[in-house]
């Protein structure tokens, strides 16, 4: 059921003061110090008020908010107890000690939350924060392609429903989709859904044959090699660090392609003066301060899955525990198979 907003509102209005407040915001500056960079104080007054309901009420409710690196500032920095790529966040989901696990991210990730934490409630402050790959592909889907290459294993992003990862053999992130498929006792290995981390991964794993679905992120994909042609002439100097969720002729004319966090990584080790980071918007708002050094330059692209989730959202779901993500014990159990066969080869690897 969508969200109605107005209920949400006026509810969340009798039960909380949320009037900006420039004077709370002073009060709060030990968080604001965070994202002053990128988050002006005006905003800041608006923001704190939730920060403030949203921090105690975690507290009351045992909850731990897990916050993916796509993430606005304020989610990321003001109300998130652990942040990070998927990899990092579905580890996380195995090891925190608390009643509540909210999933600030999409979809796909809390349900990898509540397949790995079956006895934790998973709040899900937007249901409809889907995503384009896991949109693209259904189990029939995976039973389809795997008829077409019999005994290659099936290695499923993560950013996959239940159903799909139930169907696969192993997971993969876009941290670990080069080792995992290296480490498959088979020489053709199929990669779903997402065609283009899968022909970056096959540039990297020569020594197989990776074949793949059709799927595509609709954030990445919106990248040309041109574009990054153009803007290396344009502002000379320029680190491109792109995702490898980019079409492949993308990533080549790229300095440097990892997950999410990899780019953190990049960017925190390397400390160039200018860099564009060819992914979604929010990943150079939120290292910005970390990294003062650095001039973020150029276009970004947005998730509109990922800008579902809001500060409001986010207090609803703890104020009413709506939300509550489920999946099928049998099909939890199957999909539990594939996530903790990647954990476990990716602790062995080392990654
Ligand atoms: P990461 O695993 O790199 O965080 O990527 C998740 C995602 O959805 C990227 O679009
Ligand atoms: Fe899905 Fe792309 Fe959004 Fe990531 S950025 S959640 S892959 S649509």
């Not at 077409?148 to 169907?167: D, H, I, L």
């Not at 498959?184 to 990669?191: E, G, K, N």
């Not at 003062?292 to 990922?306: A, T």
């Amino acid at each position: 059921m969508p969200l109605d907003l107005s209920h949400m509102r006026s509810t969340l209005a009798d039960h909380y003061d949320l009037t900006p407040s420039a004077k709370l915001a002073a009060s709060m500056g030990h968080i604001y110090d965070r994202m002053d960079r990128v988050v002006s104080p005006p905003d800041w007054a608006i923001y704190a008020p939730y920060v403030k309901a949203i921090n105690t009420l975690k507290k009351e409710r045992n909850a731990v908010i897990l916050g993916h690196n796509y993430m606005t500032p304020e989610i990321f920095h003001g109300i998130s107890d652990f942040v990070g790529d998927s990899l990092q966040l579905a580890i996380k989901a195995t090891e925190v000690d608390a009643d509540v696990i909210v999933q600030c991210g999409v979809h796909f990730m809390a349900e990898t939350s509540k397949i790995l934490s079956p006895s934790k409630t998973v709040l899900m402050p937007d249901m409809d924060a889907g995503c384009s790959l896991a949109e693209s592909i259904t189990a029939e889907g995976v039973e389809d392609i795997r008829s077409r290459y019999p005994g290659a294993p099936v290695v499923s992003y993560v950013n996959t429903t239940a159903e799909v990862k139930a169907a696969s053999d192993i997971c993969c992130t876009s941290s670990n989709a080069a080792q995992i498929v290296a480490a498959q006792d088979s020489h053709t290995v199929i990669m779903t859904p997402d065609q283009y981390l899968a022909q970056n991964v096959a540039r990297d794993v020569p020594q197989k044959k990776v074949v793949w679905w059709e799927g595509s992120c609709i954030v990445h994909e919106q990248y040309t090699a041109q574009d990054l042609r153009d803007f290396r002439e344009w502002n000379p100097g320029t680190r491109l660090i792109a995702h490898p969720e980019c079409p492949p002729d993308v990533v080549n004319e790229a300095d440097f392609s990892g997950s999410t966090s990899g780019i953190i990584k990049y960017v925190t080790d390397e400390k160039p003066d200018k860099a564009m980071l060819i992914t979604e918007c929010s990943m150079a708002s939120n290292i910005a301060d970390s990294l003062p050094e650095v001039d973020f330059v150029g276009p970004c692209n947005m998730c509109p899955y990922m800008k579902k989730i809001t500060l409001e959202k986010v207090l609803w779901s703890l104020h009413s525990m709506e939300g509550q993500v489920e999946v099928d014990a049998e099909v939890a159990k199957k999909a539990r198979l594939s996530v903790q066969r990647m954990i476990d080869l990716s602790r062995q690897l080392g990654i």
